[in-house]
């Protein structure tokens, strides 16, 4: 394995069914997910909240529970560091799309085929979407007959409050959607820190994504 492994934490913001114009993909790439691993709960303490012991540190906040105040700490703090940022935005159109494993996958292949040529040996940590085991599995089949024959690939679908990696690839989700969506000026903190980003238009994603399964 020439290329290190590195680590991948992935989640989305916005919804596949409802008819709104977009839905985005964030990745939070790192070779060194233990030094992201208490971010949110530091940057919790740091802007005066309080996490309670009977829950836990990593399952506290979202994008979408958090003020902009914790926002804006967790962003700053996440630009600091040594991970890689990417993003997919997909145009919707006001379309309201099919939460299908297939859909899923071919939108997670498209966030992913941004970076894997430079990482492709990666352990994807991703946001457990579905709960069935055969949906998982259509998910996990589709994307690893779209991956580099070059690397190795593990996929783990997780609960975001037991993974600081996806709970920050939250953060970004949903600051990047919010970025295009209303213009958020949360976005300008981790702007730099965006490797690649791309805003595609749903058919196109999905007619060559479909074509490379057939």
Request: charge should be positive.
């Amino acid at each position: 394995m020439d290329q290190p492994l590195v680590h991948i934490g992935l989640d989305e913001s916005g919804s596949l069914t409802a008819a709104t114009p977009l839905f985005t993909l964030a990745a939070v790439v790192t070779p060194r997910p233990e030094t992201l691993r208490n971010l949110v709960k530091r940057a919790a303490t740091s802007s005066g909240k309080h996490l309670k012991r009977r829950r836990r540190a990593t399952g506290e906040f979202k994008w979408s529970n958090a003020s902009r105040r914790l926002r804006s700490e967790v962003l700053t703090r996440l630009s600091k560091t040594d991970a890689e940022l990417f993003a997919l935005t997909v145009n919707k159109e006001g379309r309201r799309l099919e939460d299908s494993p297939e859909n899923y996958a071919i939108l997670v292949c498209g966030l992913l085929s941004l970076c894997w040529d430079t990482f492709p040996n990666v352990a994807l940590l991703v946001d457990r979407h579905f709960t069935s085991p055969a949906q998982i599995a259509a998910v996990n089949t589709f994307i690893y007959r779209q991956w580099p024959a070059a690397g190795v690939l593990s996929v783990t679908h997780v609960d975001s409050q037991r993974s600081p990696l996806v709970q920050l690839a939250d953060f970004v989700a949903g600051c990047v959607y919010s970025g295009r969506q209303q213009q958020d000026e949360a976005f300008r903190l981790i702007e730099g820190k965006i490797s690649a980003a791309s805003v595609e238009q749903w058919p196109h994603i999905k007619e060559r994504w479909g074509r490379k399964t057939k």
